[in-house]
C-alpha cells in the first residue's frame, strides 16, 4: 500500500494533456502523503501510452497487454485493471474523468468494496477531495475512510502540469486473464454524429444561450445580439437536447469546445459540464438574473439581470458603438 | 420487456441553494423538488421501449416520504407501477449505499432490463446506475442516446466525447445510463394524472433491504465555491450596464 497508480487513457484524438493533469495531480498526492508515483494503462509500450510523458517520471510504468482488450469494454477493462490493483496493492488509483472512466470505473471500485471519488478538482491535506455539487454552485470535500484502494479521477483542466524535465522509466508488461466469455458487450466503430455544418472552434466571437431563455420563440432576441455583434450563436446542452438549436452548437463536453476572443453567455448558469468547453476564451461575459450562478466564477464582466432586458438593450449599444 | 426505471426526486432547478447550519448538507426548508432530468430521458426510453415492444414500466425510487409526487408523476407519464425505497438517512450513504438499496429492490423483480439517468442534477455522481449493474452482476452501457430491440437482446446508441458515438450490443438483461436529448419528452395528461392514482406504489422499508454499511466515503463540509477570476460586475439599470459594458469590451478587453 506504498504505491500512488495513475492511469492514462489512450485517446483517439492522440493527446496526452489530460493524463499530463492526472500525472500532476499523482504528484501532488505523492509529495503531500510521501508514495511513490507509477502510472498504469492499456496498450503497447513502445508505441503508444508512456511515451509523452513529461515533468519528473513516475517510478514505474505498467503496460496491460492482451488481445482482448485492444477495443475497448467496461467488463475487459474492469477484470484487467482488476488484477493489476490486486497485484500491486496501490493505495490510491488515479483516473482522468474522461467518458470512458465513469463508463468502467464505478463498477471496478465496487468489485473492491469501494466508491469512486468522481470529478476531483483539488486535494487538500488529509487528504481530502474536493468536488462540487449542484451543477458547481457548492464545493465540497469528501475523506476516504478504510482501508483501501482509494479511487479518484480528475477533472480536465483542473491541475496544471507545470514540470517540463522529463527522464525515463522502468515498464513492465502484466497480461490479465481474460476468459473468452468474459465481454458481455459488442462495440462497433466509433462515428462521428451528423456532418459538422459549424466550426465554433474557429469562430472569434460567440454568442452562447441556455435555459435562461425559457422558450424557442425567444431566441430572435439572441440572434438579433450575435447579428450586431458579428457572432455565431452557440448554445448548452439543454437547448439541444430541446430541438430549439441543432447539436452541432453545443458547447461543453459532449458538444465542442471552444476559446474564442470574446463569449457571451447569456442564461446559462455554468454547470461544469458546459464550463470545461469555454472557459479558455480570451474575454468571457455573462448575462443571468442569478447572482450566484458558477457561470460568474469564470467570467471577466457580468450582468445581473432579466436577459430579457439585458440582451435588447445590449443590442442596441452594439449597433449604436458601430 | 420488463423494465425497471430508477429515478431520483432531487430540488428544483432554480431553487436557491441554501448550505445548512451543520456544513454537511443543504438548507432543505422551503425547497421545491422535481424529478431529476436525466432520469426523466430513462423513463421516456422505458415507456417509448414498452409502446414498441409491450411489456411493463416500474418505477424505482428511494428517499423519503416527500419522493412520492416524484414517483405520482412518473405513474402519470405512463409507468404501470412503482416501487418506493423510504429511506430518511440516503445522505449518509455513499453511492455504493445507495445502490445497494436498488439492487436489492430490483433483485426480486428480476427484470429484463434497468435504466436509469447517467447522473443526478444535485450530486452528480454519475455512478448508481453503473454500481447496481455490478451488484446485479448484470453488463451495462453508459450515456445512451437510444435503445433497440433486437433477437439477441438490445442494440444501444452511445454517446462518445467531442461529437462522436458508438453502436453497442448487448445482451438481455442489462443495466444502461441514459443521457438526456435523445427522446422529447411526454408531459402527464390529465387522463394520466387520473390514473396514476389507482396505480399500485409499493413501499420497502430501506431497513429491510439489508444491514446499512460503513459509507466508504464521508463528506466533510460543503462550501461556496472560491471565485477562479475577479468578475466586474456592471452596475445599474439594463441599458446602463449595457453601455457599460460595450464600453470596456471595446477599450479594455479589446475584443470588439
Redesign the interface.
Do not use: M, N
Given at each position: 500500500m506504498s504505491r500512488i497508480l495513475v492511469v492514462q487513457e489512450a485517446r483517439r484524438d492522440g493527446n496526452a494533456r489530460f493524463f499530463q493533469e492526472t500525472l500532476a495531480a499523482g504528484r501532488r498526492l505523492a509529495s503531500s502523503t510521501g508514495l511513490t508515483l507509477e502510472a498504469a494503462g492499456v496498450g503497447d509500450p513502445n508505441k503508444d501510452i508512456f511515451l509523452e510523458i513529461t515533468g519528473p517520471t513516475p517510478a514505474s510504468g505498467h503496460a496491460i497487454i492482451h488481445p482482448a482488450l485492444e477495443t475497448y469494454t467496461p467488463d475487459g477493462y474492469v477484470l484487467a485493471f482488476e488484477q493489476l490493483i490486486r497485484k500491486l496493492e496501490p493505495a490510491y488509483v488515479i483516473f482522468p474523468h474522461t467518458y470512458q472512466v465513469r463508463d468502467f470505473v464505478p463498477r471496478l471500485a465496487a468489485r473492491f468494496g469501494q466508491t469512486l471519488i468522481g470529478d476531483v478538482t483539488a486535494f487538500e491535506d488529509g487528504p481530502l477531495f474536493i468536488r462540487q455539487l449542484f451543477q458547481g454552485r457548492i464545493s465540497a470535500r469528501y475523506r476516504h475512510e478504510g482501508g483501501g484502494p482509494c479511487f479518484a479521477s480528475i477533472q480536465s483542466g483542473a491541475f496544471r502540469n507545470d514540470s517540463p524535465n522529463g527522464g525515463t522509466m522502468d515498464i513492465y508488461h502484466f497480461t490479465p486473464e481474460i476468459p473468452a466469455d468474459a465481454l458481455r458487450t459488442k462495440p462497433s466503430e466509433p462515428f462521428r454524429g451528423s456532418a459538422q455544418t459549424v466550426d465554433l472552434g474557429s469562430a472569434q466571437l460567440i454568442v452562447s444561450v441556455g435555459r435562461g431563455i425559457r422558450e424557442a420563440e425567444n431566441l430572435p432576441l439572441i440572434e438579433s445580439l450575435a447579428a450586431a455583434l458579428g457572432a455565431e450563436i452557440a448554445a448548452s446542452r439543454p437547448i439541444c437536447d430541446n430541438g430549439w438549436l441543432p447539436m452541432e452548437r453545443q458547447v461543453g463536453s459532449s458538444g465542442q469546445s471552444v476559446a474564442p476572443k470574446l463569449y457571451l453567455a447569456v442564461g446559462i448558469s455554468g454547470a461544469i459540464q458546459h464550463l470545461v468547453g469555454m472557459k479558455a476564451s480570451q474575454c468571457i461575459v455573462a448575462i443571468n438574473k442569478d447572482p450566484d450562478a458558477p457561470i460568474f466564477e469564470v467570467a471577466d464582466y457580468g450582468i445581473v439581470g432579466d436577459l430579457f432586458e439585458v440582451v435588447p438593450a445590449l443590442t442596441e449599444a452594439v449597433k449604436a458603438a458601430k | 420487456m420488463k423494465i425497471i426505471v430508477a429515478i431520483k426526486q432531487v430540488?428544483e432547478?432554480?431553487a436557491?441553494?441554501r448550505?445548512a447550519a451543520n456544513h454537511k448538507s443543504?438548507d432543505e426548508t422551503d425547497l421545491n423538488w422535481a424529478m431529476n432530468e436525466p432520469d426523466a430521458y430513462a423513463l421516456e426510453e422505458a415507456l417509448q421501449l414498452k409502446e414498441k415492444n409491450g411489456g411493463e414500466v416500474i418505477v424505482l425510487s428511494a428517499g423519503p416520504e416527500r419522493v412520492g409526487s416524484t414517483i405520482r408523476e412518473a405513474l402519470a407519464k405512463g409507468a404501470d407501477r412503482a416501487i418506493h425505497v423510504v429511506s430518511d438517512d440516503l445522505g449518509s450513504r455513499?453511492?455504493?449505499g445507495v445502490?445497494r438499496l436498488l439492487a436489492e429492490a430490483i433483485k426480486p423483480e428480476n427484470p429484463d432490463l434497468v435504466l436509469t439517468g447517467l447522473q443526478s442534477?444535485?450530486?452528480?455522481?454519475?455512478?448508481t446506475g453503473?454500481?447496481v449493474?455490478?451488484?446485479l452482476g448484470l453488463?451495462?452501457?453508459?450515456?445512451i442516446l437510444q435503445v433497440e430491440k433486437t433477437d439477441a437482446g438490445i442494440k444501444v446508441k452511445?454517446?462518445?466525447?467531442?461529437?462522436?458515438?458508438?453502436?453497442?450490443?448487448?445482451?438481455l438483461p442489462a443495466v444502461l445510463t441514459i443521457?438526456?436529448?435523445g427522446n422529447?419528452l411526454r408531459y402527464a395528461t390529465l387522463m394520466g394524472i387520473k390514473r396514476a392514482k389507482m396505480k399500485e406504489v409499493r413501499s420497502v422499508n430501506a431497513a429491510d433491504l439489508g444491514p446499512a454499511t460503513?459509507?466508504?466515503?464521508?463528506?466533510?463540509?460543503?462550501?461556496?465555491?472560491?471565485?477562479?477570476?475577479s468578475?466586474?460586475?456592471?452596475p445599474g439599470t439594463?441599458?446602463e450596464?449595457?453601455?457599460a459594458?460595450?464600453e470596456?469590451?471595446?477599450f479594455e478587453?479589446r475584443?470588439?
Open positions: - | 430540488p432547478r432554480d436557491p441553494v448550505i443543504i455513499d453511492a455504493l445502490a442534477e444535485d450530486l452528480g455522481l454519475g455512478q453503473v454500481i449493474a455490478e451488484l453488463p451495462h452501457s453508459t450515456l452511445r454517446e462518445l466525447e467531442e461529437g462522436w458515438f458508438q453502436h453497442i450490443e448487448l445482451p443521457q438526456s436529448g422529447k460503513a459509507p466508504v466515503l464521508t463528506l466533510e463540509q460543503i462550501s461556496l465555491p472560491s471565485k477562479q477570476k468578475t466586474q460586475i456592471l439594463a441599458k450596464a449595457a453601455a459594458l460595450v470596456k469590451l471595446k478587453a475584443v470588439l
